[in-house]
């Protein structure tokens, strides 16, 4: 070193690297503290696997082939640079190699410490900006997702498969794939879009043992997912047999019948990621496809004059089919519209050890609420049984209404109870408040939020934890029954009618159905005869005494 210079203190190089926010900035700061110590030319290798790979070269190219990790020094001491590589280390995790070429360093100290805060900083970075990536793919997938509640907008089912194709192909990134579905009586394929592959070669797939590769997904209703080796022991082709590296195959069911399918194929093998993303489409797909073809069928029978009816055979489909016996706690639901189409929607469903259930109502009345709460159907159900918890669940449903950009909005809660202990939680986004008779007093839940597909940036939160004690009921119900005018006064029902009629039948010991139909009578009462001006949907929880 010459006279009068000063090797960079720990201090120096600490404050240099330190302050660092990008691997660019750190690769220009450490390039300009190996010229101050003499240490070029030098090549920064990173660790991917078992292999370090040059990502910057310092006054010389880092096109260099990868280093196996095994090659790194291990008799490196203080102060000894064996062949000029210094291991870039962090409690014994290596995540680098900078080697030095040329002469030696004229302070190796100073390099050796370079390395140790630059190990550091890197391992730092590297975290971060992984962080970023995960962040990044997340937000992509949500995307997806919402993009996908599209899908149910296409009633036309060419349309639908060609989007469906878009769709899936985008979220999941391959580079060729094909959506076929069937006809009218579930027989063999009569549509088909494809992108990279050619009809003929998706239907001339066949396994080596004789069935077609089409008809035995079709027929068995299970998803199959084939890599190389197994794609060429066991497929051939009665056309071009196309080069895969892996082959994915999805059912698109609807209504106990497998309607369609889609097959992706992939350069590579699919990864696990890849064929959750897939298969969270192929559900989105599978409702839409199921209304498009339900659709057609019931217009080809009974064309523009039946298109309410259809519409509300599709609505009633989504409904639970049948009530919910848990650990002694029992769920019903029932919805009864004011015109042909109703905007209301319930479900319930048994998840693992708990309970959820949701009651929404759709602004408005008609096909357009309708197809609104259809949408809202099928996001709730992906979320739900993928596993989400209510609160996030209301999130990816708030973005997917608001993504539809139809001008309406929708108001929902939910609850998610255990069973075993009867504590539960409850998520409300402009909804009436829950009625809950604990004890035969009633207790209100307000809501927790503002309705549903307004505002991206609408929070929902969670309540506390509750619990319900022997006997209690909890009411989750639309304002068609407190708004119901009466017949010959022109008041409302009212909150407190409601609650009179709730207690009356936990009195009475009724079960849910029961419950049910006595405030449902009560209403109709009311009404006088008049038609009801709005939906009435309600969903009842009930623990035994």
């Known amino acids: 070193m010459p006279q009068g210079e000063h090797a960079p203190s720990i201090d120096d190089l600490g404050t240099a690297l330190a302050i660092c926010d990008s691997t660019q900035a750190l690769y220009a700061r450490l390039e300009d503290l190996l010229g101050r110590i003499h240490a070029l030319p030098a090549i920064l290798y990173l660790r991917t696997g078992d292999m370090l790979h040059g990502v910057a070269g310092f006054d010389c190219s880092h096109d260099v082939p990868a280093v196996p990790l095994s090659s790194l020094p291990t008799n490196e001491r203080s102060g000894e640079l064996p062949a000029n590589q210094v291991p870039l280390s962090v409690k014994g995790e290596v995540v680098g190699m900078l080697a030095v070429f040329g002469r030696v360093p004229t302070d190796g100290a100073a390099l050796l410490r370079c390395c140790t805060i630059l190990s550091v900083k890197l391992r730092h970075l590297m975290h971060e900006e992984a962080l970023k990536r995960e962040l990044h793919q997340s937000n992509e997938q949500v995307s997806h997702l919402v993009g996908a509640g599209q899908l149910l907008r296409h009633l036309e089912i060419d349309v639908l498969l060609v989007k469906i194709l878009e769709t899936v192909l985008g979220a999941v990134r391959v580079q060729a794939g094909a959506v076929l579905a069937r006809d009218s009586e579930g027989r063999e394929p009569d549509r088909i879009a494809t ?3 050619r009809e003929r070669t998706v239907l001339g797939l066949r396994f080596k043992d004789g069935p077609g590769f089409v008809e035995r997904v079709l027929r068995s209703g299970l998803p199959v997912c084939l890599g190389r080796e197994e794609i060429r022991i066991g497929l051939a082709c009665d056309g ?11 059912p698109l069911s609807g209504r106990g019948r497998i309607q369609g399918l889609v ?3 992939s350069a590579h093998d699919f990864s696990p990621g890849q064929r959750r993303m897939a298969e969270t489409l192929a559900g989105f797909a599978s409702v839409a496809l199921d209304n498009a073809m339900l659709v ?14 259809i519409a509300r055979s599709v609505q009633e489909g989504m409904y639970p089919t049948e009530g919910l016996v848990l650990a002694g706690l029992r769920v019903e639901g029932t919805s009864r519209p004011c015109n042909e189409t109703g905007g209301d929607y319930f479900t319930f469903i048994e998840r693992g050890e708990q309970v ?11 096909i357009g609420a309708a197809l609104f709460a259809t949408m809202a159907h099928a996001i709730v159900q992906q979320q739900l049984r993928a596993g989400t918890a209510i609160e996030p669940a209301f999130k990816v449903l708030n973005e997917g209404l608001c993504h539809a950009q139809s001008g309406r909005f929708m108001t929902a809660a939910a609850v998610s109870i255990d069973p075993l202990t009867r504590a539960f939680t409850y998520v409300s986004a402009g909804h009436c408040p829950l009625l809950w008779v604990n004890q035969g007093q009633v207790r209100w839940l307000d809501s927790s939020g503002m309705p549903l597909g307004i505002v991206a940036a609408n929070e929902v939160t969670t309540s506390g934890v509750l619990t319900l004690g022997p006997g209690d009921v909890l009411l989750l119900y639309t304002d068609g029954f407190t708004e119901c005018l009466g017949g010959g006064v022109g008041e409302a029902f009212g909150d407190e009618r409601l609650a009179a009629a709730a207690v009356q039948g936990w009195s009475l010991g009724l079960g849910p159905t029961e419950l049910m139909m006595l405030i449902n009578s009560e209403v109709d009462a009311w009404a006088q005869g008049k038609p009801h001006e709005d939906d009435l949907t309600m969903v009842v929880i009930a623990i035994p005494r």
């Open 195 to 197: 992108w990279g592959l």
């Open 240 to 250: 071009p047999m196309p080069q895969f590296g892996g082959l994915l195959a999805l």
């Open 263 to 265: 097959v992706l194929g």
């Open 356 to 366: 959820l259930a949701m009651v929404g109502d759709v602004s408005g009345h008609g």
């Open 296 to 309: 057609k069928a019931m217009v080809d029978n009974e064309r523009l004059t039946q298109e309410l009816s």
